[in-house]
């Protein structure tokens, strides 16, 4: 578990994701302006893969993105949004908006997006409900489970086709055929035989390699 918090800037209050129960609140006092673009790309970087500076590996349990705000964004946050959707963990991620009093809950509506049960995990809490946060979180997290909390995994991008264009500017090598009356020598032009097949050949006196242990996924909560 790991928490942004955001108003003027947009800071991580933890350097590295914590055991959910090892985790320690630090309270927040509510000033300043609301930049929560700034927030949403923090989050973005965080669930990119490992391979790309992020903290997600390509299998995983999906995370668990918690937004609390009582205001309106002040920054870009549009920007911030579509950079966060563009990775494969937050489109994966259960996505929860608190709205506090005078939360702005059509972008609340949009940061869960069009989901099942989608109005579950928009939860209104007035200011004498605040000691209950936690509660009301727990419950819904608990409750909604549209994955059925099976593990997802982040597939490698295809590969992009080549255009006709490049196929075009591609040299065409001309095939030259050279005599060789002993395949075992090498010719003039330098080609040799190719070497024996041994693809069935095995060494039963080699051990097995080890097996490789599956890295058990893992299942991240971010509240910011």
Do not use: C
């Not at 927030?39 to 893969?49: C, E, H, I, N, R």
């Not at 003039?188 to 599956?214: I, L, M, R």
Request: aromatic share 6%.
């Amino acid at each position: 578990m790991r928490t942004i918090k955001f108003s003027d800037t947009a800071e991580w209050m933890d350097k590295d994701s914590i055991p959910v129960d090892q985790y320690t609140w630090k309270n927040l006092s509510a000033d300043g302006i609301t930049s929560l673009g700034a927030a949403f790309s923090k989050v973005a970087q965080a669930l990119k893969p490992i391979k790309e500076g992020g903290t997600m590996p390509l299998k995983a349990y999906p995370p668990v993105l918690v937004l609390i705000t009582d205001g309106y964004p002040t920054d870009e946050y549009q920007k911030g949004y579509e950079e966060l959707m563009e990775q494969f963990w937050a489109q994966e991620a259960v996505r929860i908006a608190v709205a506090l009093e005078g939360a702005d809950e059509e972008i609340l509506r949009a940061f869960i997006g069009d989901v099942e049960d989608k109005d579950k995990l928009l939860v209104r809490i007035s200011d004498d409900d605040l000691p209950r946060l936690a509660e009301r979180i727990k419950l819904v997290t608990s409750t909604y489970n549209p994955t059925g909390k099976k593990p997802a995994e982040k597939q490698p991008p295809e590969p992009e086709p080549k255009k006709e264009e490049d196929k075009k500017s591609e040299p065409v090598s001309e095939e030259v055929s050279v005599p060789i009356e002993d395949p075992t020598l090498p010719s003039e032009t330098g080609v040799t035989s190719p070497p024996p097949d041994t693809s069935d050949v095995t060494d039963e006196s080699a051990p097995e390699s080890p097996k490789k242990e599956e890295t058990p996924p893992i299942h991240e909560e971010i509240i910011f």
